[in-house]
């Protein structure tokens, strides 16, 4: 699926009044009460906020995954309500990259072919896969190890192969959830430093949810959330200001 | 993707282990249940292949080859005088009592042909003459009856299986041996005895009537089928071709013994075997890989491939368990063989048959897997 180029809009991701419930009756919780969120290209964008106030669930709707119930979302201007859950997932496929928290590598697979996973779902020649998805790891600093399994790795080692899985299909959007919270904190440095380096690139929107404070600072714009809601968008000067009332 | 769906599956050794071994199981009980139960039914109709006769006429209650139920003499006549017969010949039936060389009694399955023309006589003689039927108190036996027989003359003595020349009593009258046959083994298991008609009526117990079945032939250019209708239409005796008297007692058996019961039994259970482990092993194989699919479908795999991954996996252990399963039968019959004995009859029909069941089970089996991961929310890959 190609993209229409929007010179009008050069927002990667926007959301506009997503309501999104859980459960039914008295079981019935609102996760997303109305959320405006909207995401630039080139950015590395960070979603902070309390737990339970719903970011992992405007990620969710943001890349795709989960359906919502009420509002608009549009991803590089194609609108998703207007497409079949299919074509959403063929969407996913060609231009969205997953970091999970728990990493979620085959672990019966080697590193080669976790990394190439998404390039053989856009229909890459195995050849081919492997040689970029080698390219990758060597990028995410893992040259030599191509043929390991995940288990061999330590829990940082493993993000990197998350990471280089992520970006190995050039997706125009990065999705992680708490990347760094299943690391220590100089691991989780390191993998932030990387995403700032590897994953940010011009026609690229980076979207990262953390809860660690100490990350704000590789934030191009930063989203805080409250309650299903969006609270605030930091960046340039009043990002600092921020970044520093929570140091 | 494909191969890395069999990378998935091989590289969870236990549980590949597992269905390799649930499915191989399944299929060794199904194809060997099968050709037991096969090989049963052919020793069923054994003794038509021994006899070698396009139609056969019974009395006409007689449903089934191994059953006999005495003719008059003037039936033969009757059935020759038939157009479109072009000879009958009489054939006597019996089981016997016949002496062993140590002295024990066995029962024979003695056999008495038209002392003319022999029809009916053994497929292959071994040694010995068959002409030499025609002198008196002659007979041919087979290598059963020549093993049985031929036990050891004195405590210790090794056996000997009789020879032509040798010497033995049938119903406490002598029988000079004059030559070994080979047969099929019948369903009873008796060993073979031919002899002459008119001998057998010696060896045999008086009775009113000692006719067992006239065996026939149709005249050139007329089938035994024609044959058959027209000699009982007009005799009122069951007339049969051999396809039609194997299938009258292939349906007897099912009729009127447990046996295929059993049989179909054992091999249902080896089905229901076979869905229980895989399927079982299958599920909790999908279980554990949950959140590997789910981070697959959040990065774009349809249900579609996804589907095609898990019956591809569930495919691949069914054809492994199949062909191991199937090839431990075929060695087991290479293995009874010789001995005969338990009966063992593996067509190709049957290895299609249990290929089938095999091909449903894994169906089954990665059919539970593709509706959990249908389901499966790829969202559920962000919930820790
Ligand atoms: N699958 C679900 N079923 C029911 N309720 C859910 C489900 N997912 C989320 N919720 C509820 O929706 C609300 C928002 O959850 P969400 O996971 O989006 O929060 P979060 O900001 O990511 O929290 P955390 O920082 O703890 O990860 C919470 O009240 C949560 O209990
Ligand atoms: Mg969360």
Known sequence: MSLPSSPSDPAAVRLTGVVKAFGSGDARTLALKGADFTAAQGELHLLVGPSGCGKTTLLSVAAGTLEWDEGQVDLFGTRLNDLSPSSITAFRRRHIGFIFQQFNLITTLDLVENVSVPLLLNGTRRRDAEDKAAALLARVGLAGRERKRPSQLSGGQQQRVAIARALVHEPRLLIADEPTSALDRETGHQIMDLLATAARSPGRSVIIVTHDPRTYSYADRLTEMEDGRVAGVHHGPALKDFISIHH | ?384
């Open chain 2, 1 to 384: 993707m494909f191969h890395l769906a069999l990378r998935m599956l091989l590289g969870d050794r236990a549980k590949y282990i597992m269905l390799v071994g649930g499915l191989t199981f399944s299929a060794l009980l199904m194809t060997q249940q099968n050709a037991v139960f096969q090989g049963l039914l052919s020793w069923t109709t054994s003794h038509m292949r021994n006899m070698r006769a396009s139609i056969w006429v019974v009395e006409s209650r007689v449903e089934q080859v191994n059953e006999t139920k005495a003719l008059r003499d003037t039936d033969v006549n009757r059935v020759r005088s038939v157009s479109g017969v072009d000879f009958a010949m009489p054939l006597f039936q019996g089981v016997l009592k016949a002496r062993a060389t140590d002295g024990s009694e066995k029962l024979v399955q003695l056999i008495g042909l038209h002392a003319g023309t022999l029809f009916g006589r053994p497929t292959k003689m071994l040694q010995g003459d068959l002409e030499q039927l025609r002198m008196a108190n002659t007979v041919v036996i087979d290598e059963l009856a020549a093993e049985r027989l031929g036990q050891s003359p004195a405590p210790g003595a090794p056996p000997r299986p009789l020879q032509p020349g040798d010497v033995f009593e049938i119903n406490d009258r002598e029988a000079r041996v004059v030559g070994i046959c080979r047969t099929e083994r019948h369903f009873f298991g008796y060993p073979y005895v031919f002899t002459s008609y008119d001998q057998a009526l010696q060896f045999a117990p008086r009775q009113r009537k000692m006719l067992s079945m006239i065996l026939a032939e149709p005249k050139p250019g007329l089938t035994a089928a024609e044959v058959a209708r027209t000699i009982q239409a007009e005799t009122g005796l069951a007339a049969y071709t051999v396809p039609e008297f194997e299938r009258s007692t292939i349906n007897w058996i099912w009729k009127n013994t447990g046996i295929p019961f059993s049989f179909v039994t054992t091999i249902i259970l080896g089905f229901i075997v076979g869905v229980a482990i895989a399927g079982q092993t299958f599920y909790s194989f999908v279980l554990e890989n949950l959140r590997n699919l789910g981070a697959l479908k959040a990065m774009g795999a349809s249900n579609a491939l996804l589907s095609g991954m898990l019956l591809l996996q569930a495919y691949t252990v069914g054809l492994i368990g199949f062909g191991v399963g199937v090839g431990l039968t075929a060695a087991f019959g290479f293995a009874v063989a010789d001995k005969g004995q338990p009966p063992f009859l593996l067509q190709p029909d049957s290895v299609v048959r249990t290929l089938f069941a095999i091909l449903i089970i894994c169906t089954l089996s990665a059919l539970l897997g593709i509706r959990k991961v249908a389901r499966l929310e790829a969202a559920i890959v962000f919930r820790s």
